[in-house]
């Protein structure tokens, strides 16, 4: 398998193709952005920002990176890049983009699958510039921006795979970016994931969300594929980081916190749907 240059971004402000120049990219109106010394580059303009520092705090990408690392979520992984795999013929070209890429685990993981009969060009976008500076400095096979799901900055009709891991589908401009026949793979909470943790922060579970019943206008009918295991957490520090890098962290009171930081081992299930459609 090869790793190719992805280059086709756009312009943030005015929707034109961008140029790669010595220093960065740049639109036929002038628009420059640089590139970081990480590597990666910010299209996510100021104007369009909800708040100063939007996304994941850098407290969160930290957990999140030891826990991924540690192979917690592997079986996640390997059932993603197999997916994603499956939807290109031999000797195709893959354009992909992580839309929510967090540090980048799940895009190295598709990088490395060991399939050389695929070339991939990855993109990797995230809100969170901790998260995006993380994954750039780790893996520069890939181009990493800094950017927002509802506004990718991807000409229409460009990729042949979108991700959404765990993220905030915008699935009208998911559509646009698709090619006709492009996969959209969304992995979402099942409901018993890490269902033993949330018994302990929260003093009642919410009701699990109803599944989807009708496709997403320009998409074909759903496919779901669940990947359930019991993961064994045997370290506070390993317990601390899985609730730290989730939003549980901040919905349990102080009272279901303190009960988690007081464990040492935890046994959770690990319960994710992966939901494939096919862009019309």
Request: net charge negative; hydrophobic share 40%.
């Amino acid at each position: 398998m090869s790793i190719a240059p992805f280059n086709r971004l756009t312009c943030p402000l005015d929707g034109a193709p961008l140029c790669r120049t010595e220093s960065g990219w740049c639109c036929p109106q002038g628009h420059t952005f640089d590139v970081s010394r990480q590597g990666h580059v910010n299209l996510l303009p100021v104007q369009k920002k909800r708040s100063l520092d939007p996304g994941d705090s850098k407290a969160m990408i930290v957990a999140r990176r030891r826990f991924l690392e540690a192979g917690h979520y592997q079986g996640i992984a390997e059932a993603v890049s197999r997916r994603v795999l499956a939807q290109a013929p031999e000797h195709d070209r893959l354009a992909v983009l992580d839309a929510g890429c967090g540090e980048g685990y799940y895009l190295r993981a598709l990088a490395d699958a060991g399939v050389v009969q695929h070339e991939l060009a990855l993109l990797g976008l995230d809100i969170s510039k901790w998260a995006v500076q993380a994954a750039a400095g780790r893996d520069k096979r890939m181009q990493w921006v800094v950017g927002s799901n509802a506004a990718l900055p991807v000409p229409d009709h460009s990729l042949d795979v979108v991700l959404c891991m765990f993220g905030f589908p915008t699935p009208a401009e998911f559509a646009r970016v698709l090619k006709p026949g492009g996969l959209l793979l969304e992995v979402e909470a099942g409901p018993d994931h890490l269902i033993e943790l949330r018994e302990i922060i929260y003093p009642t579970l919410k009701a699990p969300r109803e599944p989807r019943q009708t496709a997403e206008v320009g998409f074909s009918a759903d496919t779901v594929e669940t990947v359930r295991y019991a993961l064994s957490l045997d370290s506070a520090e390993q317990i601390a980081d899985l609730l730290v890098m989730t939003p549980h962290l901040y919905r349990a009171s102080a009272e279901g916190r303190a009960r988690a930081e007081a464990l040492t081992h935890l046994d959770v299930t690990v319960d994710v749907q992966l939901t494939s459609s096919l862009r019309l």
